[in-house]
């Protein structure tokens, strides 16, 4: 049966829905605007520390992240950076801290994107994804590539420039392959990496190299970590991915060979899987699901038609 005779599910993939945010990249450098943006009684600011923040549970069963009024924020004015307008003209600001601040009611609790990414509305989700890549670039490129000088954070958090030799840093954003890979017989390819638990399976995924198509990554990748050899390669979608700076391009490719030979390295096992073998082994709890929050499990629902089944599901 050909993947095309199952429809994708309808499911969103994590941190890709709008989130009405619009970034107004054109006002990052203009030091009055983000100055009245900052002092405006309805613009609102969390913290994000080590690429987590504070979420809360309403009464009415939504989680939001925890943000305050700019005059309530934590005192800061370096690692202050914007994030956007909403719809309805509230400015976005996160501060980057050491630690996350304290809350009275005790309700709220810190959350990584691979939690909060599954529950926060769109919105809330944008913002973070957001302030996780900008925190993450901001902690690891302190120091000029050209001459090794400090450098200074300017256009509200997206650049950081060199006083010594002028140079101008932009935040990275690495691109990774990720993808879904069927044979003749229309099964899966999924493969466990070295580090992963038991039982742990997912699509194959890897990172683009210098002077290379992102097709021809998807074969190389495959070829790499398994030996098998790709044909035709469709692309998916995208999700953001910041663990710590990476955009994950998602594909499905399709086998011209199936003898699998493991590289070791990246991947300690791989496996093609019919439809009915992964029903039964995830039934069973011989294999345990990619994380919810992974463009992989979506790839993985595309083929196999509906949502995945979880251990103890009747299907």
Partial sequence: MSTESYAAPDRPIGLTAPSGIDREAHNRLDEAWLAAAWSHPTTRVFVVSGGQVLIDDTPDGRTELVMTPSFDAPLTETHRYFLGTDEDGVRYFALQKDTLPGRMDQSAR?????????LLPPRDAGLLVHAVALENW????????????????????????????????????DPAVIMLVTDEEDRALLGRQVHWPEGRFSTLAGFVEPGESIEQSVRREVLEEVGVS???VSYVASQP???????????????????????GEEIHEARW??????????????????????IAAR??????GKPLPKPGDVV
């Fill in 138 to 173: 901001q902690r690891l490129h302190r120091f000029c590539s050209r001459c090794g000088e400090r450098t200074v954070i300017a256009a509200a958090g997206h650049i950081r420039r060199c006083p010594a030799c002028g140079a101008e840093h932009y935040p990275r954003t």
């Fill in 241 to 263: 991915w910041p663990f710590p700076s990476s955009l994950m391009l998602g594909f499905t490719a399709r086998a011209t060979s199936s003898a699998i030979e493991v590289d």
């Fill in 230 to 232: 790709i044909g035709e």
């Fill in 273 to 294: 899987f019919s439809r009915d073998d992964l029903r039964a082994a995830f039934e069973s709890g011989e294999v345990l699901p990619p994380y919810g929050i992974s």
């Fill in 299 to 304: 790839l993985i629902e595309l083929w196999y």
């Fill in 110 to 118: 810190p959350a990584g994107l691979r939690e909060a990414g599954l």
